[in-house]
């Protein structure tokens, strides 16, 4: 029996199973637009996990209605009522604080905001009379009432406090202008939501980093997840003592060896961003990634001084390559209007002089990872033809590294004057970097948050877990964290 299967038996509000796709979320998440995520399941894996859901709702419907009985929780009528009423007397984004004397927004009684356990979640009714997926386990935090970027599964009976990591479409998926509970998140985040989503300011509570938080009786405090602008791992510290740490989607770095917050905490359960939990998946490290995208500027620039630099982005992500070739390059970097507009959300200084909506005064532009085809780069490349003869361009992704290749052996595409050199420069952790953050932080318990939608994926994971976890490898690690600290 793996940990999620574990897990499940003893928590009566994981009735939802893990999601019995095959598909791995590798796979899924490669073929998603820009780099966010959006996955979908084939018609037939649907009605298999449909159907697994239902029956799982019939063999555990007695049970469930025996354990919510005796709860004598406040009804939903009332839940709502008391957001409402907290939601008419709130105002603009920075003008709160969570930690402040003031009651929570969602008033509840002494058991339901200190349980044990999340509410049991009831079985709700979609359109047609189609049953409403359940948020799965791994997306509540133990012994609390709040959910992380679990947005796609409706309003989520029990819970309290709705947390975003960052500003991805597969993380914030189901969260609209209509929303109206409580959501938490960092300041770059909850500009973007408001922004982008129309969300409403009195539904949002941004939250400072490195400064702890009181909501619902927990201590909540934001760490930076070095993922993408505004993205954030929650370390949850309940007074029970018990402490979960959620990465959210994070690149590891030694660095956060350093955190106080991390250092001087026991941690019970680590909810881990396992996008790329194999070995194959062993790629360089950031620095060295921009270095390569510099230097292959450099070489294209003495070869042909009006080569046309193009870099790949997400929504948001990518940011620090784009920098590294405009500081090269000595120009401004072009971003359509829309860009610009995200990126004033950001609130970095640097990153907002070196931008411009002038296509015509900057060597260095913007565009959309999936729009650097060398056909359509062939076609942008004649829309600037009087100003430069050939173009070189940059996709920064994870997902192009090749096991055991180096940097110097990468290959590009080329088609006619258009170059295309595919970067292994991830925002994710490497494998080795997610053993090395797994040793360091050593929880007890560690819960994949990322292509856990089969049974061996899971059991893979858990099998790395244990061996990274093991007396031997907490040895190796020391040993290899001192002599890098002295070298």
Same mark, same amino acid.
């Given at each position: 029996?793996?940990? /999620? ?46 159907? +697994? ?15 919510? %009985? ?83 599964? !409706? ?61 619902? !009786? ?6 930076? @997840?070095?993922?993408?602008?505004? +993205? ?7 007074? =029970? ?13 030694? %660095? ?95 990153? @907002? ?36 003869? %050939? ?37 994710? =952790? ?9 040793? /360091? ?12 939608? =089969? ?21 190796? @690690? ?10």
């Amino acid at each position: 029996m793996d940990l /999620f299967q574990s897990i499940r038996k003893v928590n009566l509000h994981t009735t939802d199973d893990i999601p019995a796709s095959g598909t791995t979320y590798a796979r899924r998440k490669r073929h998603s637009y820009a780099g966010t995520g959006d996955a979908t399941f084939g018609s037939k894996e649907k009605t298999k996990r449909v159907r +697994s859901v239902g029956c799982l709702e019939q063999q555990n419907q007695t049970s469930l209605l025996q354990f919510m %009985a005796p709860l004598k929780r406040k009804s939903l009528e009332s839940v709502t009522a008391s957001r409402m009423a907290h939601n008419s007397a709130s105002a603009g984004l920075s003008s709160r604080d969570p930690s402040s004397g003031s009651r929570d927004p969602i008033s509840l009684s002494e058991q339901d905001r200190h349980g044990d356990k999340p509410p049991v979640p009831k079985l709700l009714s979609g359109r047609g009379g189609s049953k409403r997926r359940h948020c799965p386990f791994y997306k509540w935090i133990p012994g609390t009432g709040f959910t992380v970027d679990a947005f796609s599964y !409706g309003t989520i009976p029990g819970c309290r406090g709705y947390f975003l990591s960052h500003f991805h479409s597969d993380h914030y998926q189901g969260l609209k202008g209509s929303f109206e509970h409580t959501m938490y998140c960092s300041k770059v985040t909850a500009n973007l939501v408001a922004k982008c989503l129309k969300v409403r300011s009195e539904c949002i509570f941004p939250l400072p980093f490195n400064e702890p938080r009181v909501i619902d !009786g927990v201590e909540v405090i934001l760490l930076d @997840a070095n993922h993408c602008p505004g +993205s954030a791992m929650f370390l949850f510290r309940l007074r =029970s003592g018990l402490n979960y740490l959620h990465t959210g989607d994070f690149r590891a770095t030694r %660095a956060m060896q350093s955190f106080p917050e991390l250092s001087d905490c026991r941690i019970n359960q680590l909810f881990l961003d396992t996008t790329y939990c194999s070995p194959e998946h062993d790629f360089p490290e950031q620095s060295e990634a921009i270095s390569f995208v510099v230097r292959k500027t450099q070489e294209a620039l003495r070869q042909n001084p009006w080569t046309l630099i193009v870099s790949g982005t997400y929504t948001v992500g990518k940011e620090k390559v784009f920098l590294a070739i405009s500081e090269t390059v000595g120009s401004q970097v072009y971003v359509d209007k829309e860009k610009m507009g995200l990126m004033h959300c950001l609130e970095w200084e640097q990153l @907002a002089r070196s931008l411009t909506s002038d296509p015509h005064g900057a060597q260095v532009h913007v565009l959309s990872i999936g729009e650097l085809t060398l056909e359509n780069l062939s076609s942008y490349l004649e829309q600037y033809s009087h100003n430069y003869t %050939a173009l070189l361009a940059f996709k920064p992704t994870g997902w192009t590294y090749k096991s055991k290749c180096s940097l110097a052996a990468t290959q590009a595409q080329t088609r006619g004057a258009v170059t295309i050199y595919g970067v292994p420069y991830s925002e994710h =952790s490497s494998y080795s970097e997610l053993r090395e953050f797994v040793q /360091f932080v050593s929880p007890q318990r560690v819960v994949p948050t990322v292509g856990n939608g =089969s049974e061996r994926g899971r059991q893979k994971m858990q099998q790395h877990f244990a061996m990274w976890l093991s007396s031997e490898s907490r040895a190796i @690690a020391r040993q290899t964290t001192l002599d890098g600290l002295f070298k």
